[in-house]
């Protein structure tokens, strides 16, 4: 409860995102560091207080409807699954989407913008296409392993993540809804477990997340703009200018202009390597991508003007 109340000065801190943990309740909840689950009443007040404080207060939240999963979950385990396909299994699309609509439509009720975090199902960008033509303040965000992994991956229970990997088609809707201008935003929702995390516990108590930040832009390059199924001006879109807006940092991030911070990736579309623990620089000893082929690296990066890594290494001495 006094979260609610910290809002209104949060802001004045300069905080301007703050972030719902619908899907986290009992156990699940205690896994995460979480007291306990939270209640639509709860999220409904929350949106109030972050509507009364404006722009750029920006209300986000974790998609998935839990009371279903627990109807799911115990029968899957009752039938001895302890693939990566069963996790997905539990927490089908339409539990993603039932949270989407909910919260969508108490963010028109209230005038928040509200951003849904990590967007995984088909259902959930038909979801979000009836919201908008409500006029719903609505933003989404996907990460790479939701256009690049499915449940039927070898990967096992390393690729157990909240929402879950599912198939090729929600795959395909992703990258359309990115083209089209439905996904606004790109993140990772990166999380450094070590392999015996993951493994610990098995699919049903495992951790879930994985690492991905270091990997995102060589996969939306090589699998993105290089497979045509966005552009460079797209990509700049969910990955820079989109981002500075929402979160009330542009015109200072997110665009290259005068007076703007000079925050510059130089990209070799034609580059190729090989993702996996021996070339990304998490601090995870696992990859999902693991051996994955890419055309597509970052060559040098600029942090307000001054160098700070070149092919893949850091050449800065301090932070920037």
Request: hydrophobic share 35%; with cysteine; charged share 20%.
């Amino acid at each position: 409860e006094p979260h609610l109340q910290e809002i209104p000065k949060l802001m004045e801190e300069g905080v301007t995102s703050f972030k719902f943990f619908a899907s986290y309740k009992g156990e699940e909840a205690k896994q995460v560091g979480l007291s306990g689950g939270i209640t639509w009443n709860y999220i409904y007040r929350g949106l109030e207080n972050i509507a009364r404080c404006g722009s750029p207060a920006l209300a986000m939240i974790h998609c998935e409807e839990s009371e279903v999963i627990d109807v799911l979950r115990p029968k899957l385990q009752a039938q001895g699954r302890t693939d990566l396909a069963a996790w997905a299994d539990s927490r089908p699309g339409i539990c993603e989407a039932m949270h989407v609509l909910t919260s969508g439509l108490m963010a028109q009720e209230t005038g928040t913008p509200l951003y849904f975090v990590h967007v995984s199902a088909k259902e959930s960008v038909d979801a979000v296409h009836f919201l908008r033509q409500r006029g719903a303040p609505v933003y989404v965000e996907t990460c790479p392993h939701y256009l690049l992994v499915t449940k039927h991956s070898s990967i096992g229970v390393l690729g157990k993540v909240n929402p879950p990997v599912r198939d090729e088609a929600d795959c395909q809707k992703l990258w359309q809804a990115m083209s089209d201008g439905t996904v606004d935003t790109i993140g990772t929702d990166h999380c450094s477990y070590q392999r015996w995390q993951k493994e610990k516990g098995g699919i049903w108590d495992g951790m879930p997340g994985f690492g991905g930040i270091d990997a995102s832009l060589a996969l939306l390059v090589s699998e993105g703009v290089n497979k045509t199924r966005i552009t460079w001006e797209r990509l700049a879109k969910v990955t820079a200018e989109n981002p500075a807006r929402l979160f009330g940092i542009y015109p200072q991030k997110g665009v290259l202009s005068p007076g703007s911070d000079a925050d510059i990736v130089m990209v070799d579309p034609h580059r190729q390597w090989t993702l996996g623990t021996a070339t990304l620089k998490s601090s995870s000893d696992f990859s999902v991508y693991e051996g994955r082929q890419v055309t597509g690296k970052a060559v040098m990066t600029f942090v307000r003007g001054e160098m700070v890594a070149q092919d893949g290494e850091p050449v800065a001495q301090v932070p920037v």
